[in-house]
């Protein structure tokens, strides 16, 4: 979804000419989120050089995973232009048109307010569903039909109901028959309490199970560095794609050893605009390593850095519930949380710093050697501070801030 919007925002801006820096979060950044800058010329100083107003334009979309509903993915959005700010929560229904009209409503490119804004329209639905009894709002997201109850009275309850019902009506007629309503007072209650020890019994002996969303293929990420080396090889530049098909090719025959290697695309905000690189980023458990291969005129740089990750998924409350026969599913999703890592952690960190510096220094020897490149270069490993990385103080720090975060968003996302 956010690969999909952003490509569609990029797309509208280039085909209209309009400049604006175009941002998205990196993989393991969780909730996905695209962000939108933009400088406008006001209309009063537009073609008029010596008056340089601008007014300011900000886009700010997140997409948020809702399992176990029927929409599985709901949009936040807020956009703010010339001071006037507008935001959606929540909307199970936005697509690439919905993000390229907030993108374009945030540079100035379009007068009218994006479509899927209409607060008046939505409040008046709204108000209209709440007086009909299991009527949709405008913007319902339910939890889907095959992960909860058909009916909310199970057969316990029933039960528990029904022998009331019977003990109430063995009252009435006997009561109605014999004068001495004491005994029969005395037997509804026995019948009654009966009924609620059965049924307290019959809910203690159901079985709890619970099933849990599977995990995203690329788990959050809170990088602290390690470890590092790089060099810079002259005369290579033209080959740094080549190196980069031979390393994948060394570092993906690791993948039996539950070692992953992907290649991702990372960006940086810099004074000129936004720098958008690939790079190698290879796996294991907790541990990671970056490689960087970048053209640096006609040299190549060549370097790569080890992390430890401080983040880990963890299960949520229960989303929903089903009754199936004597068995209760409880189904959960998953969030990102602070892990705190161990020294079997900074073995993990170790071995695949070595694993890759290994790697890296037989194909950039070999390419040396092929393009007969005389030059020293220092293979030795930058060794970073252990103590740092295992430093659990860094946990109550990173503990507040996601503490205020969600005050934060909440304030943000405060139209409906």
């Known amino acids: 979804m956010r690969d999909r919007c952003y490509g569609a925002i990029v797309e509208a801006l280039n085909r209209l000419q309009i400049r604006a820096l175009v941002t998205k979060s990196e993989n393991g950044q969780y909730p996905p989120h695209i962000r939108l800058e933009a400088w406008r010329p006001t209309a009063e100083s537009f073609g008029n050089r010596d008056d340089d107003a601008r007014v300011r334009g900000e886009l700010h979309l997140q997409f948020i995973a809702m399992p176990y509903h029927e929409h599985t993915i709901v949009t936040n959005a807020w956009a703010k232009l010339a001071?006037?700010?507008?935001?959606?929560?929540?909307?199970?229904?936005?697509?690439?048109?919905?993000?390229?009209?907030?993108?374009?409503?945030?540079?100035?490119?379009?007068?009218?307010?994006?479509?899927?804004?209409?607060?008046?329209?939505?409040a008046i639905k709204a108000v209209?569903?709440?007086?009909?009894?299991?009527?949709?709002?405008?913007?319902?997201?339910?939890?889907?039909?095959?992960?909860k109850d058909a009916f909310s009275i199970s057969a316990p309850m029933l039960f528990g109901?029904?022998?009331?019902?019977?003990?109430?009506?063995?009252?009435?007629?006997?009561?109605?028959?014999?004068?001495?309503?004491?005994?029969?007072?005395?037997?509804?209650?026995?019948?009654?309490?009966?009924?609620?020890?059965i049924t307290a019994v019959l809910f203690a002996r159901r079985k709890h199970a619970v099933s849990v969303i599977d995990r995203p293929t690329i788990p959050p990420r809170y990088l602290i560095r390690v470890d590092g080396w790089h060099a810079v090889i002259p005369d290579l530049g033209a080959t740094g794609e080549d190196l980069r098909h031979k390393l994948m090719a060394r570092l993906e025959a690791l993948r039996s050893a539950a070692i992953v290697t992907e290649v991702e695309r990372y960006g940086y905000r810099t004074p000129n605009g936004f720098d958008e690189r690939d790079r190698i980023v290879v796996s294991k458990e907790q541990s990671t390593a970056h490689i960087h291969l970048y053209q640096f005129g006609g040299d190549l740089f060549v370097g790569w850095d080890s992390y430890v990750n401080w983040a880990c998924w963890k299960e949520t409350g229960p989303i929903s519930s089903r009754?199936?026969?004597?068995?209760?599913?409880?189904?959960?999703?998953?969030?990102?949380?602070?892990y705190l890592p161990n020294q079997f952690d900074l073995i993990d960190v170790d071995s695949l710093t070595e694993v890759v510096h290994r790697h890296v220094t037989?194909?950039?020897?070999?390419?040396?050697?092929?393009h007969k490149i005389d030059q020293e270069i220092d293979f030795i490993i930058v060794r970073g501070d252990r103590d740092s990385a295992l430093d659990k103080d860094r946990y109550d720090r990173q503990s507040k801030r996601d503490r205020n975060?969600?005050?934060?968003?909440?304030?943000?996302w405060r139209v409906s």
């Open 323 to 338: 009754r199936e026969g004597s068995k209760v599913v409880e189904y959960r999703g998953l969030t990102s949380d602070i």
């Open 362 to 370: 037989i194909v950039v020897k070999a390419a040396m050697e092929e």
């Open 83 to 122: 001071g006037e700010e507008i935001s959606i929560t929540e909307r199970p229904v936005f697509g690439q048109d919905d993000a390229v009209e907030w993108a374009l409503y945030a540079v100035g490119s379009r007068s009218a307010k994006p479509g899927s804004y209409r607060p008046f329209r939505d």
């Open 161 to 197: 109901v029904g022998g009331l019902i019977v003990g109430s009506l063995a009252f009435s007629t006997f009561s109605a028959a014999y004068s001495d309503g004491e005994v029969f007072t005395a037997l509804l209650l026995f019948l009654a309490a009966a009924a609620l020890i």
């Open 128 to 147: 209209l569903v709440s007086m009909v009894p299991f009527a949709r709002g405008p913007h319902s997201n339910r939890i889907a039909k095959p992960y």
């Open 405 to 412: 975060r969600p005050q934060a968003e909440k304030r943000r």
